[in-house]
């Protein structure tokens, strides 16, 4: 199991930027592949934006794409979710998740995939 901690979370309004992030181990970041979920109330829990640990690829979902990026800084052991240009439905509980191997960026999605899970933070976005 790894260890995952979100942070940053918060209630803003339709435009307005956050910095999601997540907290985990030296050795999680530099050996699984680390993505960003989220699930908003009565919805499946979906994938936003993962990184992998081959040459840093990422991968996001496409009503994210030009808004939303993903990024590691190794030195903080942290991965962040830079959200710009935040929409209502971008309200959402949102998860940082690990997972080994999941290199690719179609494998980043699969959520099946996924063995750690943090606890998740909270992201309400008004209009």
């Known amino acids: 199991q790894v260890q995952l901690v979100e942070s940053g979370g918060g209630l803003v309004q339709a435009g307005d930027s956050l910095r999601l992030a997540c907290v985990t181990s030296q050795r999680a970041l530099s050996t699984y592949t680390l993505s960003w979920f989220r699930q908003a109330p009565g919805k499946e829990r979906e994938f936003v934006a993962g990184?992998?640990?081959?040459?840093?690829?990422?991968g996001y979902r496409d009503s994210v794409k030009g808004r939303f990026a993903i990024s590691k800084d190794n030195a903080k052991n942290t991965v962040y979710l830079q959200m710009n240009n935040l929409k209502p439905e971008d309200t959402a509980l949102y998860y940082c998740a690990a997972a080994q191997g999941a290199t690719t960026v179609r494998s980043m999605r699969d959520i099946r995939l996924f063995r750690s899970w943090g606890q998740g933070t909270q992201v309400t976005v008004s209009s």
């Open positions: 990184i992998s640990t081959l040459r840093d690829a990422t």
